[in-house]
């Protein structure tokens, strides 16, 4: 049911029947009207949304809300789009908003609120993955022609070392060592080589064993919390290589916290989700949770590319080896962050007999 102010500008009966939210705010930003997509949308009732500043109607969005303040000093129209957006009752929405100037005494903008997560993130996930093996096949391509003139640098230095004396022998290791360390790197670069080795294994099993390994090195004190969904059934999956790439996802998480950081492991059932443009009947969804200060808006479209990292001492693999790994399994890893909060969702299909 829609709930109107007193004297609302608009069709009321017509705006109830919208699948698009539709709000009226004051000159202070306060909502004076909005229908029922918007206590949908907002997961709120009216006594949480009428007459509440708009911005305390999310958790958390990255929308300028002195643009808004602006549209109404200026009388301007105005859109945005893809604005990310946290529920009060945390549910992450990604949102185009068209605002309109109204000429009323009491209602100055109205705004309509359009909900685009799931085509977003379809199309978004697709991007993503040819960049992903694009920049995957561009690596592996120039690592390889990087790794061949290594070996040969490395063989002619040994040749070179039998006839030198000891104290020259000093240049030949260096030049040897520095050989391997190229060499070490590229291995990296070029991440898993070898095929899964699927079997029947248990998910929470593989969390635990990330756990216990990131607590053995935990130099911060990082807390770990736990919020796992006991009806994930066992199901086919390499367990070695899940077990690296959620403790490559657990270890950046550990890097980027201080004394008092947290780090939350839940997991959980998705029904009828699209991975790579095809449908499964169960996901496996396990996130990783962490109070740190966020990522960097700068790199979050390149996050999963090969040496991109925010750490000074940072290689920038890890999170490109970790969505390598899920890609291997079908799978696929996104990341969700602002301050205070960042979100690693790593995806992954429930494959059985019954699919």
């Given amino acids: 049911m829609a709930v109107a102010s007193s004297s609302p500008t608009i069709d009321v009966l017509i705006c109830a029947q919208l699948t698009t939210a539709v709000l009226l705010l004051d000159s202070q930003l306060n909502v004076t009207y909005f229908n029922s997509a918007s206590s949908a949308l907002f997961g709120l009732g009216e006594k949480r949304i009428l007459n509440q500043p708009f911005a305390q109607l999310f958790q958390y969005n990255d929308v300028n809300i002195q643009r808004f303040y602006q549209a109404v000093n200026q009388q301007l129209n105005f859109n945005v789009t893809d604005v990310k957006a946290v529920s009060v009752d945390s549910r992450h929405l990604l949102l185009d908003i068209t605002v309109t100037y109204c000429d009323n005494p009491s209602q100055h903008l109205l705004l309509e609120i359009?909900?685009?997560?799931?085509?977003?993130?379809?199309?978004?996930?697709?991007?993503?993955?040819?960049?992903?093996?694009?920049?995957?096949?561009?690596?592996r391509g120039l690592a390889h022609e990087i790794k061949n003139p290594l070996g040969g640098l490395r063989g002619a230095a040994q040749l070179l070392e039998l006839s030198l004396d000891a104290e020259q022998t000093e240049y030949t290791q260096l030049i040897i060592a520095q050989a391997d360390r190229l060499t070490n790197l590229v291995n990296r670069l070029l991440g898993p080589y070898r095929p899964p080795k699927i079997q029947h294994n248990n998910l929470h099993h593989m969390i635990e064993q990330v756990r216990q390994l990131a607590l053995m090195d935990n130099p911060h004190q990082v807390q770990f919390s736990l919020d796992y969904d006991p009806s994930i059934p066992d199901f086919p999956f390499d367990t070695e290589l899940l077990q690296q790439a959620l403790l490559n996802i657990v270890r950046n998480a550990q890097q980027a916290l201080v004394a008092g950081g947290i780090i939350?492991?839940?997991?959980?059932?998705?029904?009828?989700?699209?991975?790579?443009?095809?449908?499964?009947?169960?996901?496996?969804?396990?996130?990783?949770?962490?109070?740190?200060p966020g990522i960097a808006a700068e790199i979050k479209d390149t996050l999963f590319?090969?040496?991109?990292?925010?750490?000074?001492?940072?290689?920038?693999?890890?999170?490109?080896?970790?969505?390598?790994?899920?890609?291997?399994?079908?799978?696929?890893?996104?990341?969700?962050?602002?301050?205070?909060?960042?979100?690693?969702?790593?995806?992954?299909?429930?494959?059985?007999?019954?699919?």
């Fill in 114 to 139: 359009r909900q685009i997560d799931q085509q977003r993130k379809i199309s978004l996930e697709n991007l993503q993955q040819h960049q992903h093996l694009a920049a995957r096949d561009l690596i």
């Fill in 264 to 292: 939350c492991l839940q997991s959980r059932v998705l029904f009828q989700h699209t991975l790579h443009g095809k449908r499964y009947k169960l996901v496996a969804l396990i996130k990783v949770i962490d109070n740190g």
């Fill in 305 to 355: 590319y090969p040496m991109v990292s925010t750490r000074p001492q940072g290689n920038g693999l890890g999170l490109s080896i970790a969505q390598t790994l899920l890609h291997q399994h079908g799978g696929w890893i996104d990341c969700d962050s602002w301050p205070g909060h960042t979100e690693f969702s790593l995806y992954l299909p429930i494959v059985n007999s019954e699919n």
